[in-house]
Nanobody
Framework: VQLQASGGGLVQAGGSLRLSCAAS????????MGWFRQAPGKEREFVAV????????YYADSVKGRFTISRDNAKNTVYLQMNSLKPDDAAVYYC???????????????WGQGTLVTVSS
């Protein structure tokens, strides 16, 4: 599976961004899709995951109520709608594909290249 993340950019605190991750190569709906982020000097952390069917979603406590993960299996794309952004949300955001709805990066098999989100205060 090849993954291409996009949609990052500079936004003011309180603003919104929508990230996209386009997949190709294998049956997209067979994979759970996760979003992770990594800020400078910090470990990669879980943000959200959605099951292959889109019926189940899970979020990190830090983004719950502000971020929404969704997918369109007809378009082989997963999205992350980010609202009420905070400076702490600034990071490189990565999408990943794996067999399970997991919060651990090591359980994902495929990774996108990352897209940078910058939040100004």
């Amino acid at each position: 599976v090849q993954l291409q993340a996009s949609g990052g950019g500079l936004v003011q605190a309180g603003g919104s961004l929508r990230l996209s991750c386009a997949a190709s190569g294998r049956t997209f709906s067979n994979y759970a899709m996760g979003w992770f982020r990594q800020a400078p000097g910090k470990e990669r952390e879980f943000v959200a995951v959605i099951s292959g069917s889109g019926g189940s979603t899970y979020y990190a406590d830090s983004v719950k109520g502000r971020f929404t993960i969704s997918r369109d299996n007809a378009k082989n794309t997963v999205y992350l709608q980010m609202n009420s952004l905070k400076p702490d949300d600034a990071a490189v955001y990565y999408c990943a594909a794996g067999p399970l709805n997991a919060a651990y990066p090591r359980l994902y098999d495929y990774w996108g290249q990352g897209t940078l989100v910058t939040v100004s205060s």
